[in-house]
């Protein structure tokens, strides 16, 4: 079965940190370029970051610049999403995404293979 699982979602302080993990079954990750997404509430989903397939990164959203960094871990075939610095409005559910196209692209619906999400909320 094809699906991606995402992993690492948890509440945190403000200005704390996490590590999401998006792991593949029934492919190969490194294989595909990936992105990290995310639905903050009362707003659309939108692209956070994203990797290509021979690991040239983009930040997609302005205000995780500086402070989000993916990486991709080839040997474990994970794709990761390091946040610092999180602040409350980084609060929302997190995807990751898998496309076969060899370059990132903000444009959702060119991406193959979603997974359900990971919660993750920035509160004191």
């Known amino acids: 079965q094809v699906q991606l699982l995402e992993s690492g979602g948890a509440l945190v302080q403000p200005g704390g940190s996490l590590r999401l993990s998006c792991a593949a079954s029934?492919?190969?990750?490194?294989?595909?370029?990936v992105g990290w997404f995310r639905q903050t509430p009362g707003k659309e989903r939108e692209g956070v970051s994203c990797?290509?397939?021979?690991?040239?990164?983009?930040i997609i959203v302005d205000s995780v610049e500086g402070r989000f960094t993916i990486s991709r871990d080839t040997f474990k075939d994970l794709v990761y999403l390091q946040m610092n610095s999180l602040f409350p409005n980084d609060t929302g559910v997190y995807y990751c995404?898998?496309?076969?196209?060899?370059?990132?692209?903000?444009?959702?619906?060119?991406?193959?293979?979603w997974g359900q999400g990971t919660q993750v909320t920035v509160s004191s």
């Open positions: 995404a898998a496309t076969s196209r060899e370059m990132c692209n903000e444009e959702q619906d060119l991406y193959d293979f």
């Open positions: 029934g492919f190969t990750l490194d294989s595909y370029a």
């Open positions: 990797i290509s397939r021979d690991t040239m990164t983009t």
